[in-house]
């Protein structure tokens, strides 16, 4: 397959630019995979397994969409549910005036958000990179709900008082109106645990992992992967994680739907055949409108391109996705393109990913198959 010897070179490329210690690649065709390891563990360290496992924060997402729409095929919630009809404690939400205004001057919500508001991130509340102050984002970080890097440490609190926290604080606009990354998930996990009577952890190996054979991702990293799991670098060589004592060995207080899975690319690409086979093809139809689509936290995530359910949309015609998918924070992408049924992923570790990295990827599929 050429585009998987594209991707390849691409990948040596990056790690012998030092651009990271090691890569690995993989493609599947929605029936077979192949997947390539370049480079080290670690700078100096052995070299990099095909089968590593690594922290794929926000490609977390996408699967939980994917159970969402599982759970909303089988009639257990449906899309256009209002999130108190689960959330109570989020019932008559309050939105504050202005991003960068006192928490005290609001104003009551024009409607309930429902699930879809979720899945499309039009909850009202994310990050605001946008105003160089926000009160109501800073109160949520004292509250240790959850808006820094993706850490399972991060949130000690437990999904029922992590909601309790969250109630106390108004909104940042009007559910539905504005798409602003990350939050919405945090509250779904939370929404489908309550839906189902499961807890998270449990309702994604029922609904997903097992039922595709995805034995090396999970919300900690299965006893049989441990020796395969990687460290996690920032800023060159400093350790954000380590292996031997990761925060991702024991399963979390707090299951963030929105990015808390570690797994292997082979795994990932098991779920990325399932799109390209047709399952779940409701997340890859662009949902945002134009306006949306040019609003401040799009612009910044999105650059102009829509968004489905979980993952960023680019449009060949009204909906038709020319191609889609998502990354995550800690150094991993995966990107499908449906009219040459082919999706792809880039796995590596290091907070953030940087241009080059994920041009490694994007830009050489874009190239060879655009």
């Known amino acids: 397959m050429r585009e998987f010897v594209e991707v390849v070179a691409a990948a040596e490329k990056l790690v012998e630019s030092g651009e990271v210690p090691g890569a690995v690649v993989g493609v599947t065709d929605g029936e077979r995979q192949w997947v390539h390891a ?55 939400r309050q939105v504050v005036r202005r991003l960068n205004g006192p928490l005290t001057d609001t104003v009551p919500a024009d409607k309930a958000p429902t699930v879809e508001d979720l899945l499309t991130m039009r909850l009202g509340f994310g990050f605001a990179f946008e105003v160089d102050t926000c009160p109501v984002a800073d109160k949520a970080v004292g509250a240790g709900l959850g808006m820094g890097p993706p850490r399972p440490s991060a949130i000690p609190h437990d999904p029922d ?29 939370v929404l489908l645990s309550r839906a189902t009577g499961t807890d998270l952890p449990t309702l994604f190996d029922d ?10 991702t999970g919300f900690a990293v299965p006893p049989h992967a ?11 060589t400093t350790l954000f994680d380590d292996a031997s004592d990761s925060d991702w060995l024991e399963l979390p207080t707090f299951p963030h739907a929105g990015g808390g899975l570690v797994s292997t690319a082979s795994d990932y690409l098991t779920f990325v055949a399932t799109l390209l086979t ?4 409701a997340m ?36 038709t996705p020319a191609r889609y998918g998502w990354g995550g ?42």
Do not use: N
Not at 54 to 77: C, E, G
Not at 166 to 180: I, S, Y
Not at 211 to 216: E, N, S
Not at 227 to 235: G, N, V
């Open 226 to 236: 441990r020796e395969r799991l990687i460290p996690c670098f920032t800023d060159g």
């Open 161 to 189: 008082e992590w909601v309790r926290r969250f109630a106390e604080l108004p909104l940042m606009e009007q559910p539905g109106t504005q798409w602003r990354y990350e939050f919405a998930y945090s509250v779904l996990g």
């Open 329 to 370: 924070g800690l150094g991993t992408l995966w990107y499908s393109y449906p009219d040459h049924g082919i999706g792809a992923v880039l796995m590596t570790q290091h907070l953030p990913p940087s241009p080059a990295t994920i041009a490694a990827l994007t830009d050489t599929l874009d190239a060879t198959l655009t």
């Open 38 to 92: 370049a480079g080290v563990d670690r700078p100096g360290g052995a070299a990099l397994r095909s089968d590593a496992v690594f922290r794929i924060s926000s490609m977390t997402k996408p699967l939980t969409a994917a159970l969402t729409l599982q759970l909303a095929a089988d009639k257990v919630l449906a899309l256009d549910d209002p999130i108190e009809r689960w959330l109570p404690e989020l019932a008559e």
């Open 284 to 319: 890859t139809i662009d949902r945002l409108t134009p306006e949306q689509r040019s609003g401040p936290s799009a612009q910044i995530f999105l650059g102009g391109e829509g968004w489905g359910y979980s993952v960023q949309v680019r449009q060949r015609g009204p909906g």
């Open 278 to 281: 047709g399952e779940a093809e």
């Open 207 to 216: 609904r997903i992992l097992t039922r595709l054979g995805m034995t090396d």
